[in-house]
């Protein structure tokens, strides 16, 4: 099934699930949950939230375990948090900023979260076991789908 499709399958499930929901770990965890279970090569599926202080903390996710904390100074989430803007890893091994939570992790893609004020709210943080995975349709349908933390204050 080609990517658009799963896309397509799965963000009128999320809109359908979350309706009216403003809590950002019911939101959280069900878009990790369905995201995980839509597409076989998402490996790790998960939030980092911005708890201050230039750090993540880790948040709903599904998949093997992720670290605890991550400083905005390290790691493809912590660059996305620190430049607010999507990244793209097609191959963490020649990423030497790379966090390696699992040694089966191959490409990542790294979304950030904002609430209706523009505050970073939270990362999506997408793990593949395969390289290269993810491009630019990826990182505009995730941002769509996060946009539902806009509704939050
Ligand atoms: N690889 C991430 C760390 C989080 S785990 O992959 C779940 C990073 O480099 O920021």
């Not at 990423?95 to 191959?106: G, P, R």
Request: charged share 20%; glycine share 6%; net charge negative.
């Amino acid at each position: 099934m080609s990517k658009a499709v799963t896309y397509g399958e799965v963000i009128p499930r999320i809109d359908a699930l979350v309706r009216g929901e403003t809590d950002p770990v019911a939101l959280m965890a069900t878009i990790a949950c369905e995201l995980y279970h839509a597409f076989e090569y998402f490996d790790w599926v998960g939030f980092y939230r911005n708890i201050g202080d230039d750090t993540l903390k880790i948040g709903p996710y599904q998949g093997v375990h992720g670290c605890l904390t991550i400083p905005f100074s390290r790691g493809v989430c912590g660059q996305c948090a620190l430049t607010r803007t999507p990244q793209i890893a097609p191959d963490v091994s020649r990423l030497d900023y790379h966090i390696a939570c699992s040694s089966t992790t191959q490409s990542e893609i790294v979304v950030p979260v904002f609430s209706a004020g523009d505050d970073l709210v939270a990362v999506l943080d997408i793990d593949s076991d395969q390289l290269d995975m993810f491009d630019t349709e990826d990182e505009l349908q995730l941002q769509e789908i996060v946009s539902v933390f806009r509704m939050i204050d």
